[in-house]
């Protein structure tokens, strides 16, 4: 498969979610040990702290990883916290359709790092 696919290149110029929040239940700050790039999450919940309402995100990162970033809050958005963590990264490749080697494995997973392990944190007691 073409990572750099027409629609591909379009998604990493203009990702969904981008940006940041004012008020954000969860902000999660996650590098690629790999490559140094760099992603801010930021999430907000419903007020039982269950439901995925609101996420942005700002990554400094490949192709793989803002796109991959860009699908994966598309999908969480509306989900509950117990859905979202059940995403995997062949989810994200299912999504992309695209199937990548292990040398950008940490690229696709970084969003999805970053999620896991903000909402976990989160359910753990801590907001960051
Ligand atoms: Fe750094 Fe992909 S090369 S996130």
Known sequence: MDIYRNDLVKLFKNPHNFGTMKQADITIDDVNVNCGDQIKMQVKLDKAGKKITDIKFVC???????????????????????????ITMADLQKALN?????????????????????????ENGSKK
């Open 98 to 122: 695209i199937k990548i080697g292990p040398g950008k494995f940490n690229c696709i997973n970084l969003g999805l790092n970053a999620l896991v392990g903000g909402l976990k944190k989160y």
């Open 60 to 86: 400094f990162g490949c192709l793989v990883c803002v796109t991959a970033t860009s699908v994966l809050t598309d999908m969480v958005k509306g989900k509950t916290v117990e859905e979202a963590k059940k």
